[in-house]
């Protein structure tokens, strides 16, 4: 396995949410803070890029290219995480260029990132753009891959030393690409691990099973697909309530697409779940000023 290179501060903190807790009937109730490692307006990809770069770093590459929506919290963080390590970043992006920078966007721009608009096919643009490149490393949709997982195994090694009783305790996290799930479920096991889907992925439960290389059955992996709503890049009514409540109750600011829709799952009471739950906060702050319908 590849040495990581170091980009965020670890471990995240683990913060009580009292109020929270007696809203969702929770004996105990706790977020776990990965919005605050350190990078780039903080966020899971941190954890996930400390792999992926130091892939890259080993096979010589001195410019990483990525692709995501215009509002997307990993581009923003590769975008970050190759400035902290001095090198070139270009970020493919989905759909025609917005009239006006906002959010992760305006980051992007001021972390020295080029930004190439791919349309309807961004990932056909990948390619092209690695052809016209010298020495340069894609790092996959959502920073996921086999060998990213690993960061999210980490992170569940720190909430073993953080929570007493871990293996009594349900562990929340907004499924996207996979790759945070699969991490978490590696290490805590199938049973502890709940994946809300925001609807990034055609198969969500194929995908993290994948990232695992056969340890754990599909069946077995516990995903909530109650928030998908009218897609990926929408903002749901649940989510948008979600991010009152949380902030109201506890001064904690989601994101509207990852973990906005996972809590609102929570809030609905969508899947089953013990009396004490960590909440993985996954970060996304920057997007939320890229949705002016808030």
């Known amino acids: 396995m590849i040495t ?23 004996a105990e109730f706790w977020f776990k803070r990965d919005d605050l490692n350190g ?13 992926t770069c130091a892939e890259a770093i080993a096979v010589g590459a001195t410019t990483v290219i990525t692709s995501g929506a215009p509002q997307s919290n990993h581009a923003r963080l590769t975008a970050a995480a190759a400035a902290r390590l001095g090198l070139s970043c270009v970020l493919v992006l989905a759909g025609p ?9 305006l980051l992007d721009g001021l972390a020295g990132a080029e930004i190439v608009w791919g349309g309807d096919s961004p990932l ?19 920073g996921t891959s086999p060998a990213s997982t690993q960061g999210y195994v980490d992170c569940g090694r720190e909430l073993r030393a953080q929570v007493p009783d871990i293996d009594g305790t349900d562990v929340v996290v907004a499924l996207g690409s996979g790759g ?13 691990v709940i994946g809300v889907d925001v609807g990034a992925l055609p198969d ?9 290389v056969g340890e754990v059955e599909p069946g077995a992996l516990r995903i909530d697909g109650s928030q998908v709503g009218a897609g990926y890049r929408t903002l749901t009514d649940g989510a948008r309530a979600a991010l009152e409540t949380t902030a109201r109750d506890e001064g904690i600011f989601l994101d509207p697409t990852y973990t906005g829709r996972a809590m609102a799952a929570l809030l609905a009471g969508s899947f089953p779940h013990g009396d004490k739950v960590v909440f993985l906060h996954s970060g996304g702050l920057p997007g939320l000023f890229g949705h002016p319908e808030l």
């Open 4 to 26: 990581p290179v170091s980009l965020g501060t670890w471990p995240t903190p683990l913060e009580a949410a009292p109020r929270l807790a007696a809203r969702l009937g929770l």
């Open 39 to 51: 990078l780039g307006g903080g966020g899971n990809k941190i954890r996930k890029l400390q792999y």
């Open 97 to 105: 260029p917005p009239e006006i920078r906002r959010g992760n966007l």
């Open 124 to 142: 056909a643009e990948v390619v092209a753009v690695e052809a016209q490149r010298r020495a340069a490393y894609v790092i996959p949709f959502g």
């Open 180 to 192: 945070t799930m699969a991490g978490l479920v590696r290490e805590l096991g199938a049973g502890r």
């Open 204 to 212: 969500p439960r194929a995908t993290v099973a994948g990232l695992l």
